[in-house]
T-cell receptor, first 114, second 113 residues
Framework: EAGVAQSPRYKIIEKRQSVAFWCNPI?????LYWYQQILGQGPKLLIQ????????DSQLPKDRFSAERLKGVDSTLKIQPAKLEDSAVYLC????????????FGPGTRLTVT | AQSVTQLGSHVSVSEGALVLLRCNYS??????LFWYVQYPNQGLQLLLK??????LVKGINGFEAEFKKSETSFHLTKPSAHMSDAAEYFC???????????FGSGTKLNVKP
């Protein structure tokens, strides 16, 4: 089966600009996650969707970050306006359902804010 | 609350030597534990997982990990390191029916020829 797809793979923007990332999960996976991975750290969950509803967005900086998952499939994560500290790799992951544990990760989008 | 601590941000071994990457967890309920590997410019790939069955878990690429409740540990081992094992390894914890993962800060494994 095809894995989790993400685009773009790399993005460089200036601070205060906006940026959007796209994720297509594995077909049939109900749960989708967005993680932020800052250099030298482990991934930190930003938001979790179950189908097209938000399960957990407690660590999403809502003043500048937003995410949606229309029709319970693809998802986009947006940052507006970007700050220097948003430089990180943004990982998308999906899992079959909430109870099975195993998450499958995409290749990530490396964002550099200058 | 759940958390994971990975001791040693960098580990260096010689090719053919034993690999030991340490992970200690904190969880108020029986945990599910995972090891993931991340190669440069790639996402995370599952190596193995513990979900309350056998305490010794075997994964891909010759890796295994043992769940020790008394020590709250889930250390990752491989008897003989290969150059292709050089990567960053992450331990993660969650609990049954709750897919929020808490990741450790990672351990970079360097394999010397």
């Amino acid at each position: 089966e095809a894995g989790v797809a993400q685009s773009p793979r790399y993005k460089i923007i200036e601070k205060r600009q906006s940026v959007a990332f796209w994720c297509n999960p594995i077909s049939g996976h109900a749960t989708l996650y967005w993680y932020q991975q800052i250099l030298g750290q482990g991934p930190k969950l930003l938001i979790q969707f179950q189908n097209n509803g938000v399960v957990d967005d407690s660590q999403l900086p809502k003043d500048r970050f937003s995410a949606e998952r229309l029709k319970g499939v693809d998802s986009t994560l947006k940052i507006q306006p970007a700050k220097l500290e948003d430089s990180a790799v943004y990982l998308c992951a999906s899992s079959r359902d909430r109870g099975q544990g195993e998450q499958y990760f995409g290749p990530g989008t490396r964002l550099t804010v200058t | 609350a759940q958390s994971v601590t990975q001791l040693g941000s960098h580990v260096s071994v010689s090719e053919g030597a034993l690999v030991l990457l340490r992970c200690n967890y904190s969880s108020s309920v029986p945990p599910y534990l995972f090891w993931y590997v991340q190669y440069p410019n790639q996402g995370l790939q599952l190596l193995l997982k513990y979900t309350s069955a056998a305490t010794l878990v075997k994964g891909i690429n010759g890796f295994e990990a043992e769940f020790k409740k008394s020590e709250t540990s889930f250390h990752l081992t491989k008897p003989s390191a290969h150059m292709s094992d050089a990567a960053e390894y992450f331990c993660a914890v969650t609990r049954p029916n709750f897919n929020k993962f808490y990741f450790g800060s990672g351990t970079k494994l360097n394999v010397k020829p």
